[in-house]
């Protein structure tokens, strides 16, 4: 039903107003980054590009202007006056029993806690006691505390005083070859290729360091200056274990590691990770070499090697100890969850019991295909014999003799793998026949990682004989990954399948046309 009509005049002067409005109010995404023109853009507020197929594999280590972005929010915008004012929060109350209890006696009185005295606490059951809260008069706010909180301040110059680390790292978004996962069902999420994976050579301070570092300046009996902190002599290794050792048997409360960054979002790590001097935990602040450039962290982030790119938060501002896992939807929601195939909506399952993802499986691609001039070798085992049956007439995969399908050509291909929680890959095959005979990889770069530290991918290359398909004009490859626990990839998503789109790590298959 139509009311009325709205006169011209009226509707010229809303027009005005809106005007007014968005010009008044401030554009988030006023401050962004340039980026490279290359990067595949799936939305650009916030920015989620990928890194096309044929750049992944040409460089080991990912030119910083090239690195897959994938933001949830604006890149945070640091004036100069607001760099020279940065500080890394530590909360270390976990650590300080008066303080922690103080700060469980607030939240219950927020969440409607009884109120006591001290006197008439000590007359209550123990049972009562995390539900109230004392009155108390709050003493001079420092730096470093408050009254329901201990928490250090570190400025940037404090962190680079301490002994910098570097580590080449590989970060994958969770949801890489999600659009995979489209072709069967619709997903929630950028329908990434498989160009959300990059490597880096990180720069930065240890998180152990960071955190003995905030409990020194937290220590009463603590009276160095900045300077003298610089002349301060790394520990031992002998010495870090003692220390950490000594506070995990101290204080078993500490489970986890809370990370939250400047554009508010929130993820953790489990504690094992964060303090094993093996896990390689660093605050970074370089990137191959230079400043970490706004888009991937700066001033500073966490990297979490081994673990799925979301834990390691960029922008990061606050380190937390803590009994629980971070609150937020990036940590306990839907977005980093997966649910089983038949699962579409997430309020058919109970999500508190299910982990987020944190360390990864194993992956892999292919990036490159070429056809080589020459023919197919003759079969040498019957086995072969069997499966490719008999090739000396093949042409080669160049020519432009027309192809029969199920002829045998061969083919040259290349590409990546990696696997998460630092396991060295050992194996790469191929296949050409779609699974009926597989190509070992020769494995060209990325080989050498130390023992259960491989925190990068690899790269790899393989000749491969493979059968033309239907069309008489392509072949179809795949390829799949093996850790040294001999975890490999599912040959089907299937599966895999699901509402997130997240961790599709089945064969990697691709088409290629040989004529």
């Known amino acids: 039903m139509r009311i009325g009509q709205l006169h011209p005049a009226d509707q010229d002067r809303i027009d005005e107003q809106m005007e007014n409005v968005t ?52 890149v945070p915008y640091l004036s100069e006056g607001e760099l020279e004012e940065f500080r890394l929060e530590v909360d270390l109350t976990l650590m300080f029993p008066d303080a922690l209890m103080k700060r469980k006696r607030a939240a219950a009185a927020e969440e409607g806690g009884v109120v006591v005295d001290e006197e008439e606490e000590e007359a209550l059951p123990a049972t009562t006691a995390v539900d109230i809260v ?15 909180s201990v928490v250090a301040k570190l400025s940037l110059d404090q962190i680079k005083s301490l002994p910098k680390v570097e580590l080449t790292s590989t970060l994958q978004c969770s949801g890489n070859r999600r659009g995979g996962f489209n072709g069967l069902r619709q997903t929630s999420g950028t329908p990434w290729g498989q160009g959300a994976i990059s490597t880096a050579n990180w720069g930065g301070a240890r998180l152990i360091d960071v955190l003995m570092l905030a409990m020194e300046q937290v220590s009463k009996d603590d009276q160095t200056s900045p300077d003298e902190q610089k002349k301060k002599k790394p520990s031992s290794l002998i010495e870090t274990l003692h220390s950490l050792q000594a506070l995990i048997d101290n204080h078993p409360e500490l489970q986890h590691l809370r990370f ?12 094992n990770k964060g303090l094993n001097p093996f896990g390689d935990v660093i605050v970074a602040y370089e990137m191959n070499g230079e400043d970490l450039p706004r888009d991937h962290g700066y001033p500073l982030r966490v990297i979490v090697p081994g673990y799925a790119a979301v834990r390691n938060v960029k922008w990061l501002k606050k380190l937390e100890l803590a009994e629980e896992e971070a609150e937020g939807t990036w940590q306990r929601g839907l977005n980093y969850k997966i649910l089983p195939p038949t699962v579409l909506d997430a309020k058919e399952v ?33 086995f072969e014999e069997e499966i490719f049956g008999s090739m000396s007439m093949m042409p080669f995969a160049g020519s432009r003799t027309p192809l029969t399908p199920g002829e045998t050509v061969l083919v040259k291909t290349s590409g990546w793998a990696y696997a998460g929680g630092g396991r060295n890959i050992v194996r790469v095959d191929v296949t050409g026949n779609n699974g009926k005979s597989w190509q070992t990889a020769t494995i060209t770069e990325g080989s050498n990682q130390p023992l ?18 239907e069309d008489g004009v392509s072949v179809e490859l795949a390829c799949k990954g093996v850790d040294m626990a001999f975890n490999t990839q599912p040959e089907s998503m299937g599966g895999m ?11 990697y298959r691709v088409k290629h046309k040989v004529m």
């Not at 004392?134 to 329901?148: K, Q």
């Not at 259960?452 to 398909?469: G, H």
């Not at 399948?497 to 064969?507: D, I, M, T």
């Open 23 to 74: 010009e008044q109010t401030p554009d988030p995404y006023e401050h962004e980054p340039q980026r490279n023109s290359q990067l595949i853009v799936h939305g650009d507020t916030p920015m989620n590009a990928e890194v096309p197929q044929g750049v992944i594999t040409e460089r080991y280590l990912t030119p910083n202007e090239l690195f897959y972005i994938r933001h949830h929010h604006p």
């Open 134 to 148: 004392r009155r108390e008069t709050t003493d001079t706010t420092t730096s470093t505390s408050c009254s329901n």
């Open 260 to 271: 939250e960054s400047l554009d508010g979002m929130l993820a953790s790590i489990d504690a």
């Open 350 to 382: 109970d999500l508190n019991r299910m982990p987020g993802l944190s360390e990864e499986c194993v992956f892999s691609g292919i990036t490159k295909v070429e056809n080589l001039s020459h023919t197919v070798p003759l079969p040498t085992t019957a």
């Open 452 to 469: 259960r530290r491989a925190w990068a991918w690899v790269f790899w290359e393989c000749e491969v004989p493979a059968i033309v398909c």
């Open 497 to 507: 399948w699901n509402v997130r789109g997240l961790v599709n790590n089945s064969y």
